[in-house]
């Protein structure tokens, strides 16, 4: 019992330690290895190396699929390349299967001790996550070793024989073995791996671990199908291809199995290496014999996977890639990117607002308040994301980062109600009423509203440049604009004392208008706060007397 659950625990270390090493390239180099899949994808050779080296890196074909899926079905790169980028990718576990089944043992613990200590002493830079990859690659190792030595007790017992036996009369089944294994682990490397150890520990004939492995293959192919089943056509239609080709390879390799054992001892008679090679072997010819052929295997899953009709639901986020959320940085700049179209939203809603104002158009005020619906469905989205990235994984930077997003988003929607509620207003005490403005009432809300929208302009600038002078100029014009709104709100006071008709029976929403403005630009260059603060020059409190009386206290770096 104890020897089985040795090697249960070395499988599940193995698997683990895929894991580690997906999950820390991903987060060092993702972006890098997303701009190597769009730069190389011009040609069939280019992009088949591609996925030959992004692979290597990942330790696993299904993160490449899943990423180039993506890609896809972002309109980034055709289907044609992105399967000769999957035909690479295949290829790349294969090389990878075949670097890891050499004997490592001496590696294992120089690998890991040196990725535990740089892990533990820069877990927070980027130096500490490259730490974690070595980590993870000494895992796979030890894991690899552990099997080895708890196979070899299995190898004189009974039962063990017997349950292995039933393994060894049909291919089919035991390529089904196969498949089912590759999905549960989530990694056909890990499986093969696996396999090679067991046959050479004599748990399993050579027979049966070539049809393991090609099953593994089957099964990682179909582990991406199942993945992105939910998934829109054109993402859907990379992993459909890539399992064409498996399923393909797998009905022309099944019959030529007894054969293979021939030709494969021929080459290396050791049974670890019958194994690897079979899996090398089997990537190949399939890469040989489809990758010409890409053209017309993206045509067929073309016509299988239309393009649905667009039919965007307004509100709909566009840069929210499930994919990226195992690399926080990149998750963050997704999250950023649909930020910015929220605020876009916002910045069409207040500069439909001013024609409003003018107009008196109803249709128009019903219309833009129907895109606060907008703002609540992309606001929502891009928060349940966020919250899906790991807190504890990120950098200093990109904590603070996660923060200023999730605080802009509050305010833009934020502003996006307040928006909702003035349109409500004039609708009912302007529109409806027949009112007007006063010449120069209608003259100082436009003047108040261009500076307001030059506000909002710049405060997109601030959150996406980090720029210290434009927080600082953006906090100066809250102070300028309090003071417009001020100046505004005693003219129109003189204008009711002069018994202006207009401005009397405007009143009330005119002054309320003119508040709702200040509230909406203090929302606006609240997004400098953190740049300030980081800096240093803001002040707790404006209060006379306190200990900071003064909004900027000075300071001599940017004095």
Known sequence: MQTLLNLIAAIALLVWGTHIVRTGVLRVAGANLRQVLRRSVGRRATAFLAGIGVTGLLQSSTATALLTSTFV????????????????????????????????SWLAPLLIAAGVIVYLSKKNERAGQIGKIVL?????????????????????????KVLFSQLSGDMLF?????????????????????T??????????????LAIVVGANLGSGLLVVLTTLKSDPLTRRVPL????????????????????VQWLAALDPTPQR???????????????????????????????????????TPGTPRHLDATALATPALAIGCAAREAIRLADIVQDMLTGLLTVLKTNDFQLAE??????DEIDRLYTAIKLYLAQVSREALEERESKRWTDIIQFTINMEHVGDIIERVLID?????IQLGLSFSDAGMQEIEHLHARLLANLKLAIAVFLNGDFKSAQQLMAEKVAFRELEMRYADSHLQRLSGNTPQSIETSSLHLDLLADFKRINSLFCSIAYPILESAGVLSKTRVLGAEQPLLFKHDERHA
């Open 174 to 194: 035991d390529m089904l073995i196969g498949a089912l294994f590759a999905i549960a682990c989530y990694s056909s490397l890990a499986v093969v791996l696996l």
């Open 241 to 260: 291809g890539n399992f064409l080709f498996k399923g393909v390879g797998c009905l022309i390799a099944l019959p030529l199995l007894p054969f293979a």
């Open 367 to 372: 219309s833009l308040r129907k895109r606060d």
């Open 196 to 209: 090679a150890a067991l046959t050479a520990s004599h748990v399993i004939p050579v027979q049966v671990a």
């Open 274 to 312: 019958m194994v690897v090679n079979m899996h090398l072997a089997f990537n190949l010819v399939v890469a040989l014999l489809f990758l010409p052929l890409v053209s017309k295997i993206a045509r067929l899953v073309e016509a299988w996977m239309p393009a649905e009709a667009a039919k965007e």
């Open 426 to 430: 004039i609708a009912e005490r302007k």
């Open 136 to 160: 993870g690659l000494g895992v796979m190792i030890l894991a690899l070793q552990m099997i080895m030595q708890a196979t070899a007790p299995l190898t004189h017992a009974t039962g063990v």
């Open 73 to 104: 079905g972002q309109g980034a790169i055709a289907t044609a390349a992105a399967l000769a980028v999957m035909l690479g990718a295949d290829v790349g576990t294969a090389l990878m299967v075949q670097v890891f089944s050499l004997n490592l």
